[in-house]
């Protein structure tokens, strides 16, 4: 059953808003998968979203348990918003979605590769990703 695009506002997960270690809300997601992540203190898991035709990295977001279960069922590629305390679906409110084609997770069980078609921008700034700003590098001299 396809979740809503509206936002699910999540409760602490303890009293005082103190974190517990995994999920700090409820989940969906399958116990096989759950038992592969390994969340931050906050219960978050990275998310790095590239474009799946080109590579691009796109966005860096987070998911906790729920948002991935809710991203690997609907297709739709679905986040914990830290600042908000809601789930948010990527283009339910700017149009520009993301629908998922491919997830994976890393050797290490903390970060997650999502793979997306992109529809518009990806970035909040109307960019297409997020990674437009340019650092200088200074290069270290080549050794042999």
Do not use: N
Request: charged letters at 20%; a neutral charge; aromatic letters at 4%.
């Amino acid at each position: 059953m396809p979740a809503s695009d509206a936002p699910v506002t999540g409760a602490p997960a303890r009293p005082g808003g103190a974190p517990a270690p995994g999920p700090a809300r409820p989940s969906r997601l399958d116990p096989a998968i759950a038992a592969k992540l390994r969340r931050g203190p906050d219960g978050l898991v990275a998310a790095v979203v590239r474009a799946h035709d080109s590579g691009e990295v796109l966005m860096v977001a987070w998911m906790d348990d729920e948002a991935l279960h809710r991203t690997l069922t609907t297709g739709r590629a679905t986040y914990w918003s830290r600042s908000r305390g809601e789930y948010w679906v990527k283009g339910a409110t700017s149009g520009h979605h993301q629908y998922v084609r491919a997830v994976a997770l890393d050797c290490d069980g903390d970060a997650l590769l999502l793979s997306v078609e992109q529809v518009g921008a990806a970035c909040h700034t109307g960019h297409r990703t997020c990674f437009h700003t340019d650092l200088p590098v200074s290069s270290p001299e080549a050794t042999p």
